[in-house]
C-alpha cells in the first residue's frame, strides 16, 4: 500500500504544474517507480511497474491519453533488450533511462508539434478552433510570435463555456479572436480557413477522441472542404477502435449517452496530424502503432 | 534498339483520339485502311507504333478485316485489334505438305521475305476470313510447328495485358525463324534481323502468338516435340512460384529483345504463368502431371489468360497416370490431398493450407535423400513436383502460396551439418509450428478480438462459409452476447448452407438469404463480418465471389465492414479488379439448379456459338468498403496491410 501511495503521490506531485500533461505526469511517476524499486529480477520489476500503472489509470477511467500514455511507456521502457540483462543493476539503469527519455519526449512533445504545426499557419488567415488544448494554444502562441498575422475563431464551447477561457489566453498573446456559439460552425465555415483541434486521445483507425462537437465540426469542415487539422502527442495514440460512437461508449466505458462528454471523429475527415513524431496522415497512426506494439 | 522497348515506348504514346486502324508505315502516306498516318509520324521513327509493318507488294487482304472495336474491357488501352485471323498458320497450311517440321519449308521464309510474301499471301487472299472455328480445325502438326517456329520469335512478355489472339491480319515480314542451328544460320538470321524493324517484329510477334493461339484451339494434346535446343531448366511450377521469364536463350535476336525486358521484370516480381501464353503453357504441361484440356471453345475470352477449368473427369486420368508412371513420385498423402482439391471436398484457405501441410509432414517423414545427391536440392525438387500436382488439381491458393514459399524458404536455410534425422524433423517441426501459430493461434486470437466488436442487439451479418467467421460467431454467443445472424449465400456453390446448419446447431437465431436480397436486408444489419481468402498490399480484400457485392452494399448503408483474416494470408502484390488474376470455376455448375428440375434453359448451353457461362470462384473488394481487418496482431485499417508485411515479415515467415 505505501507503494502505492507513493506512486499515487508522485503523480499528484507532477500534475501539480498545470502546463503539464496528465500522461506525462503519469509517465514520470513510473520512473520513480523503477527507480524505487527493489526487485531481484527483471520480472519482478515489470510486474511493480504493471500494478504501479494500473493504479494510475484508475485514477481517471474515462481519460484515453492517461491510459494510453502509461500503456505506451510500458511498451516502451519493456521492449528493450535491457531484458536479457542478467545483472538486475544494469537492467535498471538501462529502464530508468528508457523511462526518463520517454518522459523528456512527452514533455517537449507539445514544443516540438508547436514548431511543426506553426508553419502551416499562413498571413492572413483565419483558423478556427474547438475546444479547449494546451497544444492548440501553444501552437497558436508560437505563430503569433514568430510574427504571423492570422485571426482565429473560437467555439463557445457550451454548456462549461470553456471557449470563453481559450479566448482569454489568445487575447493575452495577441491574437485577436471571435467567439462564436456552436451553432454558428456552419454559417462562419465561409470565412474559415482551416480547422485546428486537439485530442484527448487518437485511435488506432486513425479518428480522434476528442470534447463533444468535434465530430460537428469535422463533418461541416469537410463538406466545405476545409483542412481539419488535429494535434496531438503520441502518447495519445491508443489502441482503441471505435466503430462509432456507441462503440465509443462502450469500450471508454462512458456511461452518458444521453450527456456525452466526447465523441469520436473518424479518419476520413481528418487531414493531418501534428504529432511529435511528425506530420502524419491519418493512416500513419497505425503504422506507428503496430512498430511499437511490435 | 529493341522492338521491345520501342514497343513500350509506343504504346504509351499512341494517343487514344488518334487511334491506328490498320497498319501504317512512317512514311506510307495512306495506309490499307485509310488511317491517319500524322500519328504515326508523331512517334519518333526509331520507335513506332506496335502495328507498324513495311509495305509490301502483295494482294492486300480485304479492309474490312482491319477494322474491329477495341478490345472490350482491356484494362490498358491496346492498339485497335482485327478479329483473329492468324496468318501464321497460312503459311503452316503452306508447309504442311512438306512435314511437320521441315527445314526446306522454313528455307522458303527465311530466304528472301518479300518472295515468300507473293507465294503466300496469294493463298492467304483466297483464305480470306478465318473464323476460330475452322482455325480449331487445323490439325496438331501444324501447332507443333507453330511451336517450334514460336519459340524463335519474340518473348511474350507476361505484364502485357493485351490479349494474345488478337493479331494483324496482315501478312507480316517473317524474320529469321530457323529451327536450324548453326553459324550460317545465325548470320542469315542477323542479316534479316537487320532488316525487319522492332515494329516488325512485333507485328510478327503477334501474329505468331494468334498462331499459337489457334494451334491451341485443336486438339488438347500438346505434345509437342521437345525442340532441342531448348534447355530444360529448373522446373516450371505454375501460379506460384515467382519466376522470371522462360530463360532458354538460344538466339540472339530473342536474347536481344528478351534483355530489356528481363531487365524490368527483375525489378518487378515475375508475374505467374499467363495461360494465353502458348510457349510457357506448352512448357507447362510437358511438365504437368495430369492433362489439361482447354476447351477454348467454351472459354471466356476476357479470361483467357487464367487457367480453364479442369472438370474432375481427370480424376480418370490422374490415376491412371499416377499408377503407371514411375518417374512421378507422388507421395500418397500428397495425392490424396490433391484428389481432395480436384473434388473440391476440402475447401478454404485454411482448410487446404492445413491438410496440404500435414501431407507435406507425411512426405517429409519418408523421404530419404537419394545417394550422391543434395537433400536441401532434391528435397526442393520434390517440392517443386508435388505442388505442381496439387496446382494442377487446383489452382493454389494464396495461403497455400505462402506456406509453400516459407518452407522452401527453411529447405533452403538448412544447414549442412545436419544429418539427415536432424533435417527432416527441424523440417517437420517448422510445418507443425506454421500450422499451429499462423493459423490455429492466430485464429484464437482474431476470435478474442472479434468478440469485443459484437454487442447485445446486434445483427450481424456475414457471407458465404469463412472458418474464421464460423469460430467468432460461436464463441460470441458461447459467451452469452445476444445478436442474430444474417447468413447471405449465393450460387452455385451455396456455402453458406453451412454456416447455417453450424450455427443453428448451436441456438443461434439465423436469418437466411441469397446474395440477390443483399440490398434488402442490409437494412436490418448493424455489423458485417467477412472472411477472405487473401488481403493484398493495397488493402484489397481478395475473397470468395459475392463478398465485394455485400461489402459494396454495407458500405452503401453506413455499415461497418469487419474482414477476419490472419496474417498469413497477406501478399505483397497488388490488384486493382476481379479479373487479371482470379480462378475458373465449373460453368456446368451454373446450369442445373439443385431440386429444380424444371430449369432447364441452360441445358445445351455449350452447343451454342454465342453463350458462354462464367463461374468466377474470386473476386476483390477494394479498401474503401473495409471499416476494419481483424488479425491476430490486433485490429487494424486496411491501409495497415503494407506496415504488417512489412514488420512481421522482416524475416521470411518463421
Redesign the interface.
Known sequence: MEEEEQVIGDFNRWRQRPELAEAVAAIKALTAVIQRSQASTMMGLEIELKNASEMLKAWDRSSISLSAGCDLFMRYVTRTSALEYEDINAGKSRLIERGERFGDISLKARETIALLGQDFVQDGCCILVHGSSRVVLALLKLAANNGKNFTVIVTEGGPKKTGMEVSKKLSAAGIPVTVIVDSAVAYTMDRVDMVLVGADGVV???GIINVIGTFQVALIAHSMKRPFYVAAESFKFA?L?P??Q??LS?STGQEESSNPARDYTP?HYLTLLFTDLGVLTP?AV??EL??L?? | MESGGGARRGRMVIDPKVRQVGFVTPGEQDGPAGVSSSSAQVNAPDSPAPVMIPPAPRVAVPAAADHSPPKPAAPVPIPPRSPPLPPRNFDAEDEMPLGSYNPGGEGVLAGSPNSSYGKASSEKAEIGDLSPTMVAELNSSMMEMSLERSKYELPVPEKENESTADVISERVEVPAINNNEGPENDARQRKLKDRTSKAERRALQESQRAAKEAARASAAVAKAKPPPQKKDGSNEKKGVDKKPVDKSGEKDKKKEVVVPEKDKRKDAPAPRLQFDDEQKVAKARRRAIVEQTTETKHRVELFRHLPQFVPPTQLQALEEKYLQNDTMHIHPAVYQVGLKYLTWDIVGGNARCVAMLEAFKEMIRDYTTPPQKVMSRDLTAKINSHVSFLSTCRPLSISMGNAIRSFKLKIGKLRDTLTEAEAKSSLVSHLETFAQEKIILADKEIVKHAVT?I?DGDVVLTHGFSCVVEMVLSHAHSIGKKFRVVVVDSRPRLEGRILLRSLLAQGLKCTYTHINAVTYIMQEVT?VFLGAASILANGTVYSRVGTAAAAMVAHGYRV?VMICCETYKFHERVQLDSICSNELGDPDALVGVAGRKEFRELVGWDESEHLRLLNLTYDATPADYV??IITE?????P??VP??LR??RKEPIL
Open positions: 488506432e483507425s486513425g489502441r477502435y466503430l462509432d456507441q462503440d462502450i479518419p493512416s497505425s503504422d503496430i512498430q506494439y511490435l | 466488436k454487442i455489423k461497418p471499416s476494419m496482431h490486433g485490429m487494424v485499417p491501409t495497415s506496415v504488417i514488420e512481421y
